[in-house]
């Protein structure tokens, strides 16, 4: 065992998990609205590699990985247990989390994910003021709850990414 005080190196991030209610209409909305590549599909049964893992007696579980520009998202159904529950929380709810991509031309994309069934949670704010004057932001949220935001900063030279 190593001791509490050894030093450790965090590498890269190597991908964000998302719970979905069918992997199948998640997909569609990964590859097929924002463009992100399928890499695969794994299909586990319940097992003790899983259900250890995640932290669920029982869990049972369809998991896709997709790559977009610089980071993977790995979208998870789960078959099992059948008491599993679908969460909404609000982006001020302990607990909530968001993926945020920097985007070009968000009007459009806002168009896009929209015909798909996600919503913006308000009009797109625009910064009128510092260091990030003139980025443009918006959270959407999609039909089981998940948020994202997006970011389009204006044109001209790109801000270094913090």
């Known amino acids: 065992m190593t001791e ?4 450790f190196r965090i590498e890269t991030t190597e991908h964000t998990g998302i719970t979905v209610s069918s992997l199948d209409e998640a997909l569609s909305f990964w590859s097929g ?19 250890d893992l995640v932290g669920v007696k029982a869990a049972a579980a369809r998991i896709a ?7 993977l998202i790995e979208l ?11 969460m909404k929380p609000r982006s001020c709810d302990v607990g909530s989390v968001h993926v945020a991509f920097r985007v070009e031309n968000l009007d459009a994309l806002l168009m896009r994910v929209g015909g798909a069934g996600w919503s913006a949670v ?23 709850g998940v948020t994202l935001e997006f970011l389009e900063y204006p044109k001209g030279p790109v801000p270094a990414t913090p």
């Not at 003139?134 to 089981?144: A, F, K, S």
Request: proline share 6%; charged share 25%.
């Open 122 to 144: 308000c009009k797109v704010q625009t910064v009128r003021s510092g260091e990030r004057t003139g980025l443009r932001l918006v959270y959407v949220r999609g039909p089981d």
């Open 33 to 51: 609205v924002m463009g992100f590549q399928h890499l695969y599909t794994w299909d586990f049964e319940e097992s003790s590699l899983l259900g």
């Open 4 to 7: 509490a005080g050894a030093p």
């Open 76 to 86: 998870l159904e789960y078959r099992s247990p059948s008491d599993r529950r679908v």
């Open 65 to 71: 990985m997709v790559k977009g520009p610089g980071h």
